[in-house]
């Protein structure tokens, strides 16, 4: 695969997986999104800790699969302003967030990771993911969209990030880094067809998912979930959340 490319193993693997049966238990359909799933995709792979899982369950079985991290030794959180939103901490150095589905995009963006499965832990696709880090639109999240960009240039002329970035208002940031990562192999003097995948983009920092325009949300470590800034700007209610994850 282009550039830095880096798959979940060892420990973080096992607890991905974990937390999958989990889900796949309580039946219901689930991704993983975040650091994690970035670090496929990016030219050189960022340090990142947190599991951020987008995962689409209705109240009930929500409510199943939190008394089953409980049961587990993971000490389960809401968020305070969005309901949709799950920390959960276990010792010291595991960390996992929970974003559930509210939205028809967190819904297909799901649906697109579990319909192309390489092994057994669906990931968010790159094109997904840059659309959910658009609309988090953090620092960190742009810069995983830059580096995305470097490593897979022909995602730039990808007509379903441009419609999802035009139905969430997030044309500006898109062609924007678009141009950025166009301008990189070029002020490098390479074609952007040629450039370097192991080149790494300057780090600024970010986060995951995204929100709809309905009155129905997204997430953060690929959400939208703190993203108020965002939320005003395109009008999406105060309840909805944040980005692509950590």
Not at 41 to 60: K, M, N, Q
Not at 92 to 115: C, F, G, K, N, W
Not at 203 to 210: F, S, T, V
Request: glycine letters at 8%; hydrophobic letters at 35%.
């Amino acid at each position: 695969m282009a550039g830095g490319r880096k798959e979940p193993s060892g420990p973080i693997l096992e607890r991905i997986a974990e937390l999958g049966r989990l889900c796949g238990d309580a039946g219901v359909p689930w991704a993983l999104g975040g650091g994690h799933a970035a670090n496929r995709y990016r030219s050189e792979a960022r340090a990142t800790v947190d599991i951020d899982l987008f995962v689409d369950a209705p109240p009930e079985v929500r409510d199943r699969i939190e008394a089953e991290l409980v049961e587990r030794g993971w000490d389960v959180r809401r968020f305070p302003s969005d309901d949709s939103i799950r920390t959960a901490r276990r010792g010291d150095h595991e960390r996992l967030d929970l974003l559930y589905s509210e939205t028809d995009l967190e819904r297909e963006v799901i649906d697109r990771a579990q319909s192309n499965v390489e092994s057994d832990v669906p990931v968010i696709d790159g094109e997904a993911l840059i659309v959910l880090k658009l609309i988090a639109g953090r620092s960190r999240d742009e810069d995983d969209v830059l580096s995305m960009l470097l490593a897979h240039p022909d995602w730039s002329d990808s007509d379903w990030i441009l419609a999802k970035a035009k139905e969430w208002d997030q044309e500006e940031p898109w062609d924007r880094l678009r141009a950025s990562a166009d301008a990189k192999p070029r002020e490098a003097g390479l074609d952007s067809a040629e450039s370097d995948p192991d080149e790494s983009p300057p780090k600024n920092g970010l986060p995951d998912p995204p929100s709809a325009r309905s009155p129905s949300v997204v997430p953060a470590a690929c959400t939208l979930r703190s993203a108020p800034r965002v939320r005003r700007r395109a009008g999406i209610p105060r309840t909805v959340r944040r980005r692509s994850g950590g």
